[in-house]
């Protein structure tokens, strides 16, 4: 998988791909990450992307231009499953977009900023709006790195074990069950007695029924889904 992320602020972005999970699957070239700095497409002369409203108003938006030369030039040198947009009014993120979106070769992902976009980007470039939750951040590049993690994750052979990301909340409508490790007992504090019985069927069932349990009493919206 490849994914672009274009930005105004790409030093933000950069160190969560320099650690852990992102970090192993760029080495292991299973995904390409490539920033891309949006002032870099303006040939203003101090590489200004953005201006102010129509019609009044606060805040600055970005200008049309340079996200047109951006995405163009990508565009031209390969193909693109989806072009996404980070923002507020977008499609909530939810483990189904990024069960879908793992499966993709190709993404470009434009991070919101300042005020937002010129609505005629929005009208004619973006495939897809996502929004990680019903708040406003000062510029999509946090929500763009959720929206990295959450996909990186499901591709086969970036986790060590491929069926964890199976077994994890909202994967089936459910959230996870509760999770234990040694020792058995702490200070008096024990491990359901099913999970070291090494009756496997027995802790399937188990597991299954605290999921469900835990759903009930929590996000009992899953359930109704």
């Known amino acids: 998988m490849r994914i672009d992320i274009i930005t105004v602020v790409p030093d933000i972005l950069k160190s969560p791909f320099e650690a852990s999970i992102m970090k192993r699957s760029i080495e292991k070239g299973l995904v390409e990450v490539h920033l891309h700095n949006l002032r870099d497409y303006t040939t203003d002369n101090y590489k200004q992307v953005d201006d102010y409203q129509f019609g009044g108003g606060a805040g600055m938006v970005m200008m049309i231009e340079p996200i047109d030369k951006c995405i163009t030039k ?15 009014d977008g499609e909530t993120l939810t483990q189904g977009i990024a069960n879908q979106l ?32 019903d708040y406003v951040l000062s510029g999509g590049e946090l929500g763009a790195l959720i929206l990295c993690d959450a996909v990186i994750r499901l591709i086969p052979g970036v986790l ?28 008096g504090w024990k491990v359901p007695e099913v999970l070291t019985s090494g009756n496997f069927p027995k ?21 109704e889904d």
């Open 74 to 88: 990508l565009k031209f040198e390969r193909n693109y499953d989806e072009v996404i947009y980070m923002t507020p």
């Open 102 to 133: 793992s499966l993709k070769g190709n993404l470009i992902i434009l991070c919101g900023h300042y005020k937002g976009v010129d609505q005629r980007v929005r009208d004619q470039f973006i495939t897809k709006e996502i929004s990680i939750g």
């Open 160 to 187: 060590g074990n491929e069926t964890s990301a199976l077994t994890d909340s909202f994967q089936d409508n459910l959230l996870a069950p509760p999770i234990y490790t040694r020792p058995a007992e702490y200070k």
């Open 203 to 223: 802790i399937e069932v188990w597991r299954e029924e605290q999921a469900y349990q835990r759903t009930k009493k929590r996000r009992p919206d899953l359930l």
